[in-house]
């Protein structure tokens, strides 16, 4: 086991270096040197140089990347074009919100899509529901179940604040009124797939030999479907989970800008709208490690799970 | 097998009903779609069944006409998705070894990322214009194909016609072309109406962002972004494009998956 974590950890170091690159050679090859984006068209070339030297902007491609990363590795991101702030307290600040609007999601869908499939009475036509629910589910974009849900309970029903975030030191209740909509959307995504294959899994689980003899030995079909069937048919879960997890950044980056939330997504799109640099990059390496940590997680939950998959090859 | 049929039915209905709008867009929208008036901000009535958005344009004939749009980009990048993805895919699943573990590698690391991020990054490097968005989406999903038609080849390329063009001193670009190719064709043509189901879905949510199709033309998802700040008093102005979008995602999701 140790082995398998090991590669796995050894493994993700070429991934994040390869793809940091790109993202730092495509974002400040193509979007123009940021002197050129903060003095504007009518700069003189030599004001654009000075000041890109100052902002460490100068010499070639690999020199400035490894000035970038060596920063960062200390914690220091620069400071923002647009605002001058600190890019890493940005992020500190930011990302405990889509941290934790991530975790509500999959936690949820983990704990209620294998649940509400699951239950003897009635299975059949609650699993058809819901795999036709689900169908529409994953197919409905997050920004327009959004502003259906503010629709249908703020602006309709007044049950709960339409936009906004408070944080936990306004009170728990305060907090999480202001989750409830983003959460349910961005569980949606992963509460439907989680169905489809649950459902799927759990039909082929059923006719299993082990399920048979559970059958015959007598005992209650509650017992069959939940310490038998459940067990067997939630490993695909975990491995999806982890695969889609780029859907569920994506996902988070649309939600926060529908319930204007300031964490990680919205941060990242106002600095694409104006041409941040080190927040952009800040936040594409973030994004970039945690994807891949995740990953990783799922990895050894899934080698946690089933050991036959424990080989460093 | 019922369900499936009626799923088959609903989804190929849909479809037709879809390629009528996007067909006959100038003979049902009532107006024109960028032409601005006086009546800004009119509730629904018989003149403008959804109302008109914060220029006066009739929305529903924005919606109508929004069809084309995203078709044009949702079909343009499927196609842009299978021509990049399946030479990778084929190269990979053909040639294994090395060539298959380099390739693999980077299709994983692609297929991680997330891709409305990756989109979003490299419209705002290269523009939000139609074609931009086409090349950005297909290139995102590219991946996804080039994994699909790896798989395949994987199957394909033991079979025994397959040896015996081998044997028969047959070149690997000639078999490839003459008998691995035509063999994952259709596995291909099946993900296609997948990958035009994602490509409009993301790219709805890239002009939600503020990152799609420029203005003035009628395009969903900036509809959803402009209209949404007059949700309270008229919810169509943006919940009538963003069931556009769910309807369309919908429709070629259910195509594509119910397809033999």
Known sequence: MLAFIGFRVLMMIPNVIILTFLLFACVTTFLGTPAAIMLGEEASPEAVAELNARLGFDGPLLTRYLRWMENAFSGDFGRSYATQESVGSMIVHALPLTLELALWAIVIAFIFAPLMNSFPVLRRTVQSLNSVISLVGITIPNFFLGLLLIYVLSVELRLLPTTGWAPWSDGVLAHLEHMVMPVLTLTNFYFSTFTLIYVSEYRAVQSSLFVQVARSKGLSETRISFRHILPNSILPLITYAGLSLGQLVGGAVVVETVFSMPGMGRLLVSAIAARDFPVMLAVGLVIIVGVMVMNLLADLAYGLVNPTVRTVA | ?260
């Open chain 2, 1 to 260: 097998m019922r369900t499936l049929s009626f799923s088959r039915i609903l989804g190929l209905v849909l479809l037709a009903i879809i390629a009528a709008v996007v067909a006959f867009a100038p003979l049902i929208a009532p107006y024109d779609p960028v032409a601005a008036s006086v009546d800004v901000l009119a509730p629904p009535s018989a003149d403008h069944l959804f109302g008109t958005d914060s220029l006066g344009r009739d929305v529903l004939s924005r919606i109508i006409y929004g069809t084309r749009v995203s078709l044009q980009v949702g079909a343009a990048s499927a196609i842009v998705a299978v021509l990049v993805g399946t030479p990778i895919g084929l190269a990979a699943g053909y040639f294994r070894g090395r060539v298959d573990l380099v390739l693999v590698q980077i299709i994983d690391l692609f297929v991680a990322l997330p891709g409305l991020v990756l989109a979003l990054i490299i419209t705002a490097m290269l523009g939000a214009t139609v074609a931009n968005l086409a090349i950005t989406l297909g290139v995102v999903t590219a991946p996804t194909v080039a994994r699909l038609v790896r798989g395949q080849v994987f199957v394909v390329r033991e079979m025994l016609f397959v040896e015996a063009a081998r044997a028969t001193g047959a070149s690997s670009a000639w078999i490839i072309r003459h008998h691995i190719l035509p063999n994952v064709t259709r596995v291909i043509l099946g993900q296609l109406a997948i990958k035009v189901s994602y490509a409009i879905f993301t790219s709805a949510s890239l002009s939600y962002l503020g990152l799609g199709v420029p203005p003035p033309a009628p395009d969903w998802g900036g509809m959803v972004r402009d209209g949404a700040s007059f949700l309270p008093i008229l919810p169509l102005l943006s919940l009538g494009p963003g069931a556009a979008v769910a309807l369309t995602v919908f429709t070629f999701h259910l195509v594509g998956s119910t397809k033999k």
